[in-house]
C-alpha cells in the first residue's frame, strides 16, 4: 500500500478527473499477465542482471531512487527505508526473474487498484496529527495497493514445492494441507526462502516507487506544474503479506520473533524503531483499503496494538468469493452506476470490476471502528473515492 498527498482540491480535480484517470490507465498498465513495456510504450525494460540487483539487497525503491525515479525524501516515508538488506538474489530462480522482468510498474489484477480520493472536512478524526502529515479538508490524495506480482507468486511456489520434498523426509514434520509447507528457520532451505522472499518484497517496493513516479508524470502533464509544484509528497509505503523481524515481550521477556501479517498490516505504537523516524514519535501510518465504492481510511498506530503483535486489518474484507460477486453484478453496469455517484472506473476486465463491486466486502467503516475500539489502530482520516483504476 502506499499514499501520496497532493496540494490541490477537489475543485481542481473534479473538472480534469475524467482525463487524469484516463491517462493514468494508460501509464500504470493493469491487468492479468500485462508487462510495464508492453502497455506504457516501453517505458520500463529491464535486463536479467538489472532485475536482480532490484531485487537483491540494496535494491527496492531504493535502487530506483538512485536512478532518478523519484525522491530522496520517498524512502524516508516508506517501510525499511524502501529496501530490505536481508534480500539474496541468488536464492531465486530464473522463472522468477523471467515472470518479474517486465513487470515492474504495473498493478496487476485482483484487488489491486490506483484510486484517487478527497478528504472531505467531516472525515479527518484528528485535525491536529492529519495537519501534521500535510493533510486537509477537501484535499486530493492518490492511494494505491500492489505487490512484487508474478515474481512473488513464483518464490512462493519455488520454495512450496522445495518445503514438501525436505519438510517430512529432513524434518519429520507433517501437514494436514499441502499449503502449510515449512520448514525449520535455521535450516539451509528456511534461510534460502526468508532472503527470497526479501527479494519479493523489495520487488514490491520497485513496483510502487516506478508507480509513484508515472503517477507524478500523469498529474504534471494534466496541470502543467511539476510534481513538486503540486505537492505530490508520499505519507506512506508499507509491504503486506511477508514475515518481520521484530522485538516482543513475551510472558514478561522481550523476545526477537518473526510476525507474519497475511490479512493484516503493521500498526506500530510511537517510539517502536520499525517506524520512519519521520513518524516515530505519533506512531505508524497505517493505510486500509475498503472497496472502489465506499471509501478507505488512513489510521495510525497504537500501543495498545502490542496485544496483536502489533497488527490491525489490512482491508475490510470479502462478504462473498469472487465467482459468486461475478454472478450477482455485471461489470459494465456497476461502472455506469458509479459514475452517476461521481466515481469514474477503469478496468482491463469487466468481470474484475464485478469482482470488486462494494457489497462484495464488509463495510470499511464498521471494520475501522472496530479496530478502533479494540485499541489496536486509531482513525485520522477517511478517504473518499473520486477515480479508480482496477485490474
Not at 510495464?36 to 510504450?41: G, N, Q, R, S, T
Amino acid at each position: 500500500m502506499r499514499l501520496l498527498r497532493t496540494n490541490l482540491t477537489y475543485n481542481d480535480v473534479k473538472p480534469r478527473l475524467k482525463e487524469l484517470i484516463d491517462l493514468l490507465f494508460q501509464y500504470v498498465p493493469a491487468g492479468v499477465g500485462v508487462t510495464a513495456f508492453e502497455e506504457a510504450k516501453g517505458f520500463f525494460q529491464l535486463k536479467p542482471n538489472e532485475f536482480r540487483e532490484l531485487v537483491d539487497s540494496g535494491g527496492g525503491a531504493k535502487w530506483l531512487v538512485e536512478k532518478g525515479y523519484g525522491w530522496k525524501e520517498d524512502l524516508e516515508r516508506t517501510e525499511l527505508n524502501g529496501s530490505s538488506k536481508d534480500a539474496d538474489s541468488s536464492k531465486i530462480s530464473q522463472t522468477v526473474v523471467k515472470r518479474g522482468l517486465n513487470q515492474v510498474g504495473t498493478l496487476g489484477s485482483g484487488n489491486h487498484y490506483l484510486e484517487i480520493q478527497v478528504v472531505k472536512p467531516e472525515n479527518i478524526f484528528d485535525e491536529h496529527i492529519a495537519k501534521s502529515w500535510g493533510l486537509f479538508p477537501n484535499q486530493i490524495v492518490i492511494m494505491f495497493h500492489c505487490g512484487s506480482r508474478g515474481a512473488g507468486h513464483q518464490i512462493a511456489t519455488d520454495y512450496l514445492n522445495l518445503f514438501l520434498q525436505v519438510m517430512e523426509r529432513k524434518y519429520g514434520i507433517k501437514i494436514l494441507d499441502r499449503e502449510l509447507a515449512c520448514a525449520p528457520f535455521n535450516s539451509p532451505e528456511g534461510q534460502d526462502y526468508y532472503k527470497a522472499m526479501m527479494c519479493g518484497v523489495n520487488m514490491s517496493f520497485a513496483n510502487r516507487q516506478t508507480i509513484v513516479h508515472r503517477i507524478r508524470e500523469v498529474f504534471s502533464k494534466v496541470f502543467k506544474q511539476d510534481a513538486e509544484n503540486l505537492g505530490m509528497h508520499q505519507i506512506y509505503d508499507i509491504a503486506h503479506n511477508r514475515g518481520s523481524f521484530e522485538k516482543h515481550r513475551i510472558d514478561g521477556e522481550m523476545k526477537e520473533l518473526i510476525v507474519h501479517r497475511k490479512g493484516a498490516t503493521a500498526s506500530f505504537g510511537p517510539g517502536r524503531e520499525e517506524i520512519a523516524p519521520l513518524y516515530r514519535n505519533q506512531g505508524q501510518p497505517v493505510i486500509i483499503g475498503g472497496s472502489m465504492e465506499t471509501g478507505s481510511y488512513l489510521l495510525i498506530g497504537t500501543e495498545k496494538a502490542a496485544e496483536t503483535f502489533f497488527s490491525t486489518c489490512h482491508g475490510s474484507g470479502r462478504t462473498m468469493s469472487r465467482t459468486k460477486a461475478r454472478r450477482m453484478f455485471r461489470g459494465d453496469t456497476l461502472l455506469k452506476e458509479m459514475e452517476q455517484r461521481g466515481i469514474y472506473v477503469r478496468s482491463a476486465s469487466m468481470s474484475g470490476v464485478a469482482e470488486e463491486a462494494g457489497p462484495a466486502y464488509k463495510s470499511i467503516d464498521e471494520v475501522v471502528l472496530t479496530a478502533e475500539l479494540a485499541g489496536i489502530s486509531k482513525r485520522l482520516v477517511r478517504l473518499v473515492p473520486l477515480g479508480n483504476i482496477k485490474g
